[in-house]
């Protein structure tokens, strides 16, 4: 952040006062950029064929860049929201740093030549997944879902799931059942992972007036809703071996988490009071980053290696 930026008064939008490299950086959201760009990653390995690496690594800048077009759109729309939230009103819009007129410029360009650039460099499928993505996270899960219904994060997840399908057909041209399984394991993964944090953050919610489940129905209904999630999580995180792309390292690693997983949603649901219940959504929600993550860094391991039999999409044959 600049060092000029003035702090917000909360629930307002700050001044403009110009904004530097470190403010629309922070408008990609690059924490969930890297996000974006690892599942994605393990789709296109995951995919059969081949690819060079430069493209390869050109497709998933593309990805990268769509990802960061997506947070700095929401951040314009979200301007108002973010000044009324403890967590996000260090955000450049509210601080002022950016305007709200800036972020939509640099989102929008970036938006259309993230796409257009895949589209020329891999092809025009994964090109389109990638439009329909920034489209749904913008104009479904953004402007519509999150301030209507509880259910916001549960549909509007469909957007953060969409990278490995995006990274198989830019490696492939199309998409089949494999890719759409990672999308079902990330789909189902957010809501227990979103909803452990709005537990922890229902008053910053509640103040801003976004529809979270905790605020619309409670800690006990969100905690009941996120032990069922984590229970369809579990044997979900298992279809890579049964489709035969997760191999042996894979089987066991994700039983172990999924279980893992169901052991921290149980004790986020049974413990509901005070401070122990704050530090069990906690718990929950940290686990729930590492569950994906070594979840997806295994299968990638083992497509990058061939441990499956598979062969890697990334030819380095010149």
Not at 83 to 94: E, I, Y
Not at 129 to 156: C, D, E, H
Not at 165 to 185: H, N, Q
Not at 231 to 247: D, H, K, Q, R, S
């Amino acid at each position: 952040m600049s060092d000029t930026t003035v702090q917000a008064v909360p629930g307002e939008v700050a001044a403009p006062n110009g904004g530097d490299v470190a403010d629309y950086a922070a408008l990609l959201k690059p924490r969930v950029m890297f996000l974006v760009v690892f599942t994605a990653l393990v789709g296109l390995v995951a995919a059969p064929g081949s690819m060079h690496p430069v493209l390869a690594i050109a497709a998933l800048a593309c990805i990268a860049v769509g990802a960061g077009a997506s947070g700095a759109l929401n951040m314009w729309y979200d301007a108002d929201i973010d000044a009324r939230m403890a967590r996000t009103a260090s955000r450049p819009v509210p601080q002022g740093a950016v305007t709200p007129q800036e972020a939509l410029a640099f989102g929008s360009v970036l938006a259309v030549g993230s796409v257009l650039c895949l589209g020329l460099m891999a092809n025009w499928v994964a090109a389109g997944l990638l439009a329909l993505t920034i489209g749904f996270y913008l104009f479904v899960y953004t402007m519509w879902l999150k301030r209507s219904t509880p259910q916001n994060i549960v549909i509007g997840g469909a957007a953060g799931a969409v990278p490995p399908m995006i990274g198989w057909a830019a490696a492939t041209g199309s998409v089949s059942l494999e890719p759409f399984v990672l999308f079902l394991i990330i789909f189902i993964w957010t809501p227990p992972h979103f909803w452990a944090l709005a537990l922890i953050r229902a008053r910053d919610y509640e103040r801003a007036g976004v529809p979270m489940l905790p605020v619309t129905h409670g800690g006990d209904e969100t905690r009941r809703q996120i032990l069922i999630y984590s229970l369809i999580l579990a044997p979900l995180g298992m279809a890579p071996t049964v489709l035969g792309f997760g191999g042996m390292l894979y089987s066991v690693v994700a039983a172990i988490l999924g279980a893992l997983f169901v052991v921290f949603a149980v004790d986020c649901y049974r413990t509901r009071e005070g401070e122990a219940a704050e530090r069990a959504a906690k718990n929950l929600f940290a686990f729930s980053v590492l569950y994906l993550f070594l979840l997806f860094a295994v299968l990638l391991v083992e497509q990058g290696f061939g441990a499956t039999g598979g062969v890697s999409p990334l030819s380095w044959s010149l």
